[in-house]
């Protein structure tokens, strides 16, 4: 499974942006998808994830700022991000789960895309 993430740029705080992330086969219906970002010199970390069946999960920090959707007849997985923040500046991933679920460990994550960086400034 290939995964092709874009949407990033460069955007002013406050502003919004849509990320998107397609996968070659539509079997990945049945899977979690989640994003991730690093931000330079920093750990990646987990961003936002969704189930197959549409449950959502967010890390404290983009809580009611970013938004993950999916639409598994286009094979694609959404993050919609508003009120961004300098912090936000980071190369976000996007990430099939091994199972129908999400969660934020990593570890659990079989697909990886190759990134899309966004950044914010002030």
């Known amino acids: 499974v290939q995964l092709q993430a874009s949407g990033g740029g460069l955007v002013q705080a406050g502003d919004s942006l849509r990320l998107s992330c397609a996968a070659s086969?539509?079997?990945?219906?049945?899977?979690?998808m989640a994003w991730f970002r690093q931000a330079p010199g920093k750990e990646r970390e987990f961003v936002s994830g969704?189930?197959?069946?549409?449950?959502?999960l967010y890390a404290d920090f983009v809580k009611g700022r970013f938004t993950i959707s999916r639409d598994n007849a286009k094979s694609t997985v959404y993050l919609q991000m508003s009120s961004l923040k300098i912090e936000d500046t980071a190369v976000y991933f996007c990430?099939?789960?091994?199972?129908?679920?999400?969660?934020?460990?990593?570890?659990?994550?079989?697909?990886w895309g190759q990134g899309t960086l966004v950044t914010v400034s002030s």
């Open positions: 990430a099939v789960h091994l199972w129908a679920g999400t969660s934020s460990q990593q570890s659990q994550y079989k697909y």
């Open positions: 086969k539509r079997t990945i219906s049945n899977n979690g």
């Open positions: 969704i189930s197959w069946n549409g449950g959502t």
